[in-house]
């Protein structure tokens, strides 16, 4: 018996029914069954969503180990029961691991995707009867199926590309948005939540909230949290890209040229306070000028957008976005690290007096106070944190994108 091909088959298999969908859980047990019936009761298999690690000893009484990372994920459950179908033929029957890894292979090979056209037709079909359930109107069913075709053809366009599913899920949401948007103020559609709930079903996190109960039931801690917080983070990206487009729309800009000088002396002294944070972490040359430039633009945008969008934490990512373009730019004009320029700009936007209250509040035993502003502190902060990485991860595709094209 050759058990390192043994071994080689059965992480292959383990790493195919996870980017199947399969539950952590459910790809352990497989991996134990499949190598006890080959002989191999104390086998050890560890698995993560992204990570599987696999370990025997030979009768000979030589280990073995194999690790796997995993980095496609989605949801193919016709995969995942061919997959688990095949696992249930190999422990009966122990054909030699030359002959099961001609059947993982025949898998493969027979598989066979539904053809865009079907695909985006689920994608319409799926929002517009969800819009319906949510109480839309017909009118509405159709403009929340366009929605979802909007999705499906962003969701295509970033599959070519080096892109992160917290990026992918924030460009799908707002094309969404500003779609369902669109056709409310042409009198297409008549109800936005509706519309907008429908689309979004297809972004939602179900596949993952789920699975992270069934594990947290199950006693995988580690992947319950893994995908607890996979669900988190795409519905905040859902959230926010959501937030951003409604709120820019549903506002009217009323910035007049008596409130200009009002800004003035604000943007000057965020300019000097980060000049001030450049002679402290030895900045030195034109970085001094565009270290605070920098800041003084982001306090900028966050004081105009303050009657655009009417949220402290909306300001807060589109003042980190301008920053973050802005120390791109200036990185790749100077050929220096972006943290360079990034780090002090956001010094005037980081919620130094949010923290500050919330340590008082706790201080002075005022829970609710103290609940509150931690909460608002860490959305603020996150916000920040989160038009810096979409910048960043902006860039970085675009860099694959052209990369790609080069070679």
Do not use: K
């Not at 009217?252 to 002294?269: D, F, T």
């Amino acid at each position: 018996m050759d058990y390192s091909a043994l071994l080689d088959l059965s992480v292959d298999m383990g790493c195919g029914l996870l980017e199947s969908g399969a539950e952590i859980y459910r790809a352990e047990d497989s991996l134990r069954r499949l190598l006890a019936a080959y002989g191999l009761p104390d086998a050890e298999v560890f698995a993560i969503p992204n990570c599987l690690i696999a370990s025997i000893t030979t009768p000979q009484g030589e280990p073995l180990t194999r690790v796997r990372r995993v980095l496609d994920h989605g949801t193919d459950l016709w995969r995942l029961e061919q997959y688990n179908s095949l696992c249930r033929a190999l422990c009966r029957d122990t054909p030699s691991p030359e002959q099961a890894r001609a059947m993982m292979e025949g898998i493969e090979a027979s598989r066979r995707d539904y053809p865009s056209a079907v695909r985006f037709f689920g994608y319409f079909l799926g929002a517009a009867a969800f819009c319906l359930f949510f109480g839309g109107t017909w009118r509405d069913a159709v403009c929340s199926g366009v929605c979802g075709l909007a999705i499906a053809l962003m969701l295509t366009a970033l599959a070519r590309v080096e892109s992160g599913g917290f990026f992918r899920t924030l460009a799908c949401a707002g094309v969404s948005a500003v779609a369902a948007l669109t056709f409310v103020r042409l009198g297409v559609g008549e109800n936005l939540d509706a519309i907008t709930i429908g689309a979004f079903m297809a972004l939602t996190p179900g596949v993952a909230l789920t699975n992270s109960m069934r594990e947290f039931m199950a006693g995988d801690m580690v992947s319950g949290v893994s995908r607890l917080t996979e669900a988190l983070l795409t519905a905040t990206a859902i959230a926010l890209s959501t937030g951003v487009v409604l709120a820019v729309g549903d506002a009217s800009l009323e910035v007049g040229g008596a409130m200009a000088a009002g800004y003035v002396l604000p943007c000057a002294s965020a300019f000097f306070a980060c000049l001030g944070f450049c002679f402290l972490f030895q900045v030195r040359g034109a970085g001094l000028l565009i270290c605070s430039t920098g800041g003084a633009l982001g306090w900028l945008v966050y004081l105009l957008s303050a009657p655009l969008v009417g949220s402290d934490l909306i300001q807060a990512f589109l003042a980190a976005v301008v920053i973050a373009v802005f120390s791109e730019a200036m990185a790749r004009v100077r050929r220096c690290p972006v943290t360079v320029y990034l780090l002090i700009a956001l010094y005037p936007l980081v919620p130094g007096r949010g923290i500050y209250l919330t340590m008082l509040y706790c201080i002075q035993g005022e829970t609710l106070q103290f609940l509150s502003s931690l909460l608002h502190t860490l959305g603020f902060a996150g916000c920040l944190a989160v038009g810096a990485m979409l910048v960043s991860a902006v860039v970085r595709m675009y860099r694959s994108l052209a990369a790609s094209r080069g070679g």
